[in-house]
């Protein structure tokens, strides 16, 4: 599992009493009498440059998202959302569509341009690049060519796979200038510990079926004799131990609080406390099978951080129960489920049924689409540095950044309106929202032609042996990961690629980042109204911002360090603001996904920054609006900008899912489904009920809200 960055993502649908009334036949034809009439404005009035059509853009994508029948007082998540998702349907390819999945569909298809363009004197990092990409589109023929004696510390160190025990290198929690080794409870095969005993029956005869199948497939590429009893005995042993594996681990609300789970010891003390009884396994043996291969020497005293303790003292009952085949089977059973993409396609069709199951997709992504995929996620920067050459506007940099200032700003003045928060905390809040750094758009040196550092990231590659790159890759990654536990922490280095439709924030460098990806409508544009800026990108700013004081990251300090900065005052009522709504969130039932609720534990930072985001990026904008007075009004709408600032905010979250999806998501995503990030952000917030005029006791305008920032 490893640690991961706080980030938002999706991976993650009229009035009365006197007030205006939309009263259109359809959508369609409303947007045609639009275009029409802006057409003819357009050319007859000053604002029909590029801007005037960047306009008449904007008015169509709002109008055609819409459905105006609605009341946005009742349900302002239809109101605003109604026209798209009556229009989009979700892809036999995917288990969600939204908003975000169409940009990312659309950057995906800049990307295959770039990749599969001739090299014509290319750079070396573009021309390995095209390479990776060519060997994954070159239909992978290799056979699956694995020891059954691979070892946890060969799989950790050669292939990056960490199983039974997740030993990685981080920014320590406590000093975020050095790195040290986490001691952690490790990810499963199948996306959430509930699917093994808690209603998933259909997912766990599927996946035992699909166990057996590669098991099968395996012996058939190393030429073993046929015995399909025998398979299916020892396949339902390796499922039986990794239910008990599951059922060892912790589920995320017990993992919540982040102080709770840091343990740090040396490896003398974490020998002692978790010896496994295991013929032959050693602690020290274990990390220093791993670290030997960055060539790192380890030592008694070296410090570790046990983040999985209980599930540590449960691993030893486990594995002694356990026959050392069915643990090597376990072993090779967790690395091939990550390779299948990387295989031939009858592995690939062996994974179909299991997929469908979990999310509901009938087809597999088209063969481009997961090598663009592959591409980006193994070289970042260099596909970062081909999109950006081909359609990123550097000045969107500035303005950006400029954005961010503002939005700052906005968050250390709201400060004074805490009644919770006692003076002493706010000042370190805004020392610490001062502090943050942020990180636009890409790295400059990737664009640097004389800049040798890209080129030098990556290795060579091979045309015909895409499975052969893809375990150097693994390889690559894993030692580069590794050799950080002697290096300092270079706090400049970016954490994500530049082709990424998405944005994060980074408790342990205190660092928001927004990639080039993102930097697009209906996020952002310069020609775009400010009110879609700042209800689209804005938002989003205010979001990763409102990170670094949301559960987890108000453990933190301006450093990075975790800290307990607060005074016992503030703390315990920030814990009282929190819990609100913990229960407000925890109430919304979502039919989608069986009926069950969201988890207000497990959504609460998430819920915390969407509902900062919005406020925050709202009163930024009043203040522009201040200073540079009344927009244009959006030709063919008949809504204010503070209306339209809303209303962008809503549409960025337009998207649907599959049942199988939105079952599984709501297990396992942080974030909160995309209508109840709306409408909890909507319904705790007075302005949005002024700006459309909703009655109090009104759906979205509660007598009880909630506020954190």
């Given at each position: 599992?490893?640690?991961?960055?706080?980030q938002?993502?999706?991976?993650?649908?009229s009035?009365?009493?006197?007030?205006k009334?939309?009263?259109?036949?359809?959508?369609?034809?409303?947007?045609?009498?639009?275009?029409?009439?802006?057409?003819v404005?357009a050319?007859v009035?000053?604002?029909?440059n590029?801007?005037?059509?960047?306009?008449?853009?904007?008015?169509?994508?709002?109008?055609?998202n819409?459905?105006?029948t609605?009341?946005?007082?009742?349900?302002?998540?239809?109101?605003?959302?109604?026209g798209?998702?009556n229009?989009?349907?979700?892809?036999?390819?995917?288990?969600?569509?939204?908003?975000f999945?169409?940009?990312?569909?659309e950057?995906?298809?800049?990307?295959?341009?770039?990749?599969?363009?001739?090299?014509q004197?290319?750079r070396?990092?573009?021309?390995?690049a095209?390479?990776?990409?060519?060997?994954c589109?070159?239909?992978?023929?290799?056979?699956l060519?694995?020891l059954?004696?691979?070892?946890l510390?060969?799989?950790?160190?050669?292939?990056n796979k960490?199983?039974?025990?997740?030993?990685f290198?981080?920014?320590?929690?406590?000093?975020?200038?050095?790195?040290?080794?986490y001691?952690d409870?490790?990810s499963?095969?199948?996306?959430s510990?509930?699917?093994y005993?808690?209603?998933g029956?259909?997912?766990?005869v599927t996946?035992?079926?699909?166990?057996i199948?590669?098991?099968?497939?395996?012996?058939e590429?190393?030429?073993?004799?046929k015995?399909?009893?025998f398979?299916?005995?020892?396949?339902?042993?390796?499922?039986?131990?990794?239910?008990?594996?599951?059922?060892?681990?912790a589920?995320?609300e017990?993992?919540?609080?982040?102080t709770?789970?840091?343990n740090?010891?040396?490896?003398?003390?974490?020998?002692?406390?978790?010896a496994?009884?295991?013929?032959?396994?050693?602690?020290?043996l274990f990390?220093?099978?791993?670290?030997?291969?960055?060539?790192v020497?380890?030592h008694?005293d070296?410090?570790?951080?046990?983040?999985?303790?209980?599930?540590?003292?449960?691993?030893k009952?486990?594995?002694?129960n356990?026959?050392?085949?069915t643990?090597q089977n376990?072993?090779?059973?967790?690395l091939?489920?990550?390779?299948?993409?990387?295989?031939s396609r009858?592995f690939?069709?062996?994974r179909?049924h299991?997929?469908?199951?979990?999310?509901g997709?009938?087809?597999?992504?088209?063969?481009?689409r997961e090598?663009?995929s592959y591409?980006?996620?193994?070289?970042?920067?260099?596909v970062?540095?081909?999109?950006v050459?081909?359609t990123?506007?550097?000045?969107?940099?500035?303005?950006?950044?400029?954005?961010?200032?503002?939005?700052?700003?906005?968050?250390?003045?709201?400060l004074?309106e805490?009644?919770?928060?006692?003076?002493?905390s706010?000042e370190?809040?805004?020392?610490k929202?001062?502090?943050?750094?942020?990180?636009?758009?890409y790295?400059?040196y990737?664009?640097?032609?004389?800049?040798?550092?890209?080129?030098?990231?990556?290795?060579?590659?091979?045309e015909?042996?895409y499975?052969?790159?893809?375990?150097?890759?693994?390889?690559?990654?894993?030692?580069?990961s590794?050799?950080?536990?002697?290096e300092?922490?270079?706090q400049?280095i970016?954490?994500?690629?530049?082709?990424?439709?998405?944005a994060?924030?980074s408790?342990n460098?205190?660092?928001?980042?927004?990639?080039?990806g993102?930097l697009?409508?209906?996020?952002?544009?310069?020609?775009?109204?400010q009110?879609?800026?700042?209800?689209?990108?804005?938002?989003?700013?205010?979001?990763?911002?409102?990170?670094?004081?949301?559960?987890?990251g108000?453990?933190?300090?301006?450093?990075?360090?975790m800290?307990d900065?607060?005074?016992?005052?503030?703390?315990m009522?920030?814990?009282?603001q929190s819990?609100c709504?913990?229960?407000?969130?925890?109430?919304?039932?979502?039919?989608?996904?069986?009926?069950?609720?969201?988890?207000?534990?497990?959504?609460?930072g998430?819920?915390?920054?969407?509902?900062?985001?919005?406020?925050q990026?709202y009163?930024?904008?009043?203040?522009?609006?201040?200073?540079?007075?009344?927009?244009?009004?959006l030709?063919g709408l008949?809504?204010?900008h503070?209306?339209?600032?809303?209303?962008?905010?809503?549409q960025?979250?337009?998207?649907?899912?599959?049942p199988?999806?939105a079952?599984?998501?709501?297990?396992?995503?942080?974030?909160s489904?995309?209508?109840?990030?709306?409408?909890?952000?909507?319904?705790?917030?007075?302005?949005f009920?002024e700006?459309?005029?909703?009655k109090?006791?009104?759906a979205?305008?509660?007598?009880?809200?909630c506020?954190?920032?």
């Open positions: 599992m490893g640690k991961s960055e706080s938002m993502d999706i991976v993650e649908k009035t009365k009493s006197g007030k009334s939309w009263s259109f036949v359809t959508i369609g034809l409303s947007v045609l009498l639009l275009l029409m009439t802006c057409a404005v050319l009035i000053l604002y029909a590029s801007r005037g059509i960047c306009a008449i853009s904007a008015s169509a994508r709002i109008l055609q819409m459905d105006p609605t009341e946005p007082c009742t349900d302002f998540y239809q109101y605003a959302c109604g798209w998702l229009r989009h349907v979700i892809p036999e390819t995917s288990s969600r569509y939204s908003i999945d169409i940009l990312r569909d950057l995906e298809i800049i990307l295959k341009g770039v990749l599969e363009s001739p090299e004197g290319d070396e990092a573009f021309r390995k095209k390479m990776l990409y060519t060997s589109m070159n239909e992978s023929k290799s056979l060519l694995l059954m004696e691979e070892k510390s060969t799989l950790n160190s050669r292939f960490r199983v039974f025990i997740d030993m290198v981080w920014n320590d929690d406590r000093d975020s200038s050095r790195h040290i080794i001691i409870q490790p499963l095969g199948m996306p510990r509930d699917y005993f808690n209603g029956n259909y997912q766990r996946y035992l079926q699909f166990m199948t590669i098991a099968k497939m395996i012996r590429d190393k030429n073993m004799a015995d399909d009893n398979v299916q005995e020892e396949m339902a042993k390796v499922m039986k131990l990794e239910t008990e594996i599951a059922n060892a681990t589920s995320p017990e993992r919540h609080d982040v709770l789970l840091y740090k010891m040396t490896l003398r003390e974490l020998r002692e406390k978790f496994l009884n295991v013929s032959e396994f050693n602690w020290t990390i220093q099978g791993i670290m030997s291969s960055v060539n020497q380890i008694l070296e410090e570790v951080v046990v983040y999985g303790a209980p599930y540590l003292q449960e691993l009952a486990i594995i002694s356990y026959s050392a085949s643990i376990y072993l090779v059973w967790r091939v489920t990550d390779r299948v993409s990387s295989l009858r690939k069709d062996a179909a299991y997929r469908k199951a979990l999310y997709t009938t087809l597999e992504e088209a063969r481009w090598c663009v591409v980006n996620n193994n070289m970042e920067n260099a970062g540095a081909l999109y050459r081909e990123f506007a550097g000045e969107s940099k500035r303005m950006v950044r400029d954005l961010i200032d503002k939005i700052r700003e906005v968050f250390i003045e709201t004074d805490l009644q919770w928060m006692d003076e002493t706010k370190k809040a805004r020392e929202a001062m502090a943050i750094k942020e990180q636009i758009g790295p400059d990737i664009l640097e032609d004389q800049n040798e550092k890209l080129d030098q990231e990556y290795l060579n590659f091979s015909h042996k499975f052969e790159n893809s375990l150097e890759n693994l390889r690559a990654g894993a030692q580069k590794l050799k950080k536990l002697r300092r922490v270079d400049d970016w954490i994500i690629g530049a082709a990424v439709v998405n994060f924030y408790p460098r205190n660092q928001i980042v927004f990639p080039a993102i697009q409508p209906p996020f952002f544009s310069k020609h775009q109204p009110a879609l800026n700042f209800g689209g990108i804005g938002m989003v700013i205010g979001h990763e911002i409102t990170h670094g004081f949301d559960d987890n108000r453990n933190f300090d301006k450093d990075g360090n800290f900065w607060w005074s016992n005052f503030s703390a009522h920030f814990k009282d819990r709504m913990v229960y407000q969130y925890g109430n919304y039932t979502w039919e989608l996904a069986g009926g069950q609720n969201v988890s207000g534990i497990s959504t609460l998430e819920n915390i920054a969407d509902n900062g985001g919005v406020r990026a009163k930024a904008y009043l203040k522009w609006l201040e200073r540079e007075g009344k927009e244009p009004k030709p008949d809504l204010t503070k209306q339209l600032f809303f209303l962008n905010f809503a960025v979250w337009c998207g649907s899912y599959r199988e999806y079952s599984q998501s709501i297990k396992t995503d942080v974030h489904p995309l209508k109840y990030r709306v409408m909890g952000s909507l319904q705790n917030f007075e302005a009920s700006a459309f005029h909703c109090k006791g009104t979205m305008h509660p007598v009880e809200k506020r954190v920032w």
